[in-house]
């Protein structure tokens, strides 16, 4: 009975991860919570599960909204800028991610725009938009009523409304500014780094305290490249850049002298070139990355 539980739980686990992680902004935190929903849902009585997919769903949600109510706070006292785990999306851990909507959904810039939302708004949005619950579903699997949902998710629409006037790259544009990226990097080319760069760049970088980064985010093409050739300077012998695919988008690997991971660089890209960088470098957050490359 035990392994035919397994077996079926396993059928659901990648789509319950992907719920968690769009939920939590943190991979180690997704697994953890799809773990615990397995030994809920091994430990329930069949009797009362009807329908196993709604029933691990809704224990899947309940659960990170827990955890949400608890991670607000230990972000409150994060060193320096908190910024979600990345994940590698070309092995399917997301799921599909055909189109553009998709990859928007589930990049770093947009999942740092979901913790703008509470818990709940967070719940109704991403079940709404992610995984197309119609808003009995999402009253159903939250325990609250129909008309309320549909309000959550309308505030949850206008928190997340992008500034006017912003555009993004089209897909192609954007491989195409993180390739010219990877190659001024590489040559430590800053006039090619400057060409590329919008105005008004960000840059945003996550040590956690545990690795070195700037504490507050960098605005601005000129500050953005004064801290980009302190860098390039500062780098170990042996460090590397690699592409790859990261939350549905062209990304960057920095890699140490062993080949381990030290870095993960996310992009955001507009009419103007590179608008945003986001860096991510606190180790705690790179173990699920490295497991995905095989590092660990």
């Not at 938009?129 to 939250?142: K, S, W």
């Given at each position: 009975?035990?392994?035919?539980?397994?077996?079926?739980?396993?059928?659901?686990?990648p789509r319950l991860f992907g719920l968690a992680y769009r939920m939590l902004g943190s991979a180690h935190e997704a697994e953890d919570t799809v773990q615990d929903a397995y030994l809920r849902f091994s430990g329930a009585d069949r009797d009362v599960i009807e329908y196993p997919a709604a029933?691990?769903?809704?224990?899947?949600?309940?659960?990170?909204?827990?955890?949400?109510?608890?991670a607000r706070a230990r972000r409150e006292s994060y060193v320096g800028d908190w910024l979600p785990e990345p994940v590698v999306t070309s092995d399917g851990t997301l799921g599909p991610l055909e189109s553009a909507e998709q990859r928007d959904?589930?990049?770093?810039?947009?999942?740092?725009?979901?913790?703008?939302?509470?818990?709940?708004?967070?719940?109704?949005?991403?079940?709404?938009?992610?995984?197309?619950?119609?808003?009995?579903?999402?009253?159903?699997?939250?325990?609250?009523?129909?008309?309320?949902?549909?309000?959550?998710?309308?505030?949850?629409?206008?928190?997340?409304?992008?500034?006017?006037?912003?555009?993004e790259a089209a897909p192609a544009r954007r491989e195409e500014l993180v390739d010219s990226f990877l190659s001024a990097a590489r040559n430590g080319d800053l006039a090619g780094l400057e060409r590329i760069l919008a105005e008004d760049v960000t840059w945003w970088s996550d040590g956690g305290g545990k690795a070195k980064a700037a504490l507050r985010p960098i605005s601005g093409r000129a500050k953005v490249l004064?801290?980009?050739?302190?860098?390039?300077?500062?780098?170990?012998?042996?460090?590397?850049?690699?592409?790859?695919?990261?939350?549905?988008?062209?990304?960057?690997?920095?890699?140490?002298?062993?080949?381990?991971?030290?870095?993960?660089?996310?992009?955001?890209?507009?009419?103007d070139g590179i608008t945003g960088v986001r860096a991510v470098a606190n180790p705690d957050k790179l173990d699920f990355v490295r497991r995905q490359l095989g590092q660990v």
């Open positions: 009975m035990t392994t035919a539980i397994a077996d079926e739980f396993e059928t659901h686990r029933w691990l769903a809704t224990t899947v949600t309940r659960l990170c909204l827990t955890r949400l109510t608890s959904a589930v990049s770093l810039a947009m999942l740092v725009l979901l913790e703008r939302l509470t818990p709940t708004e967070r719940a109704v949005y991403v079940l709404r938009e992610a995984f197309a619950y119609g808003h009995r579903e999402i009253a159903d699997t939250l325990g609250l009523s129909e008309p309320n949902c549909r309000q959550l998710y309308r505030r949850a629409e206008q928190r997340l409304t992008a500034p006017e006037g912003r555009f004064r801290f980009l050739a302190g860098v390039l300077k500062g780098a170990a012998p042996g460090t590397t850049l690699e592409p790859a695919e990261l939350n549905g988008a062209p990304a960057l690997l920095a890699l140490d002298g062993d080949g381990t991971l030290v870095t993960t660089f996310s992009f955001e890209c507009g009419a």
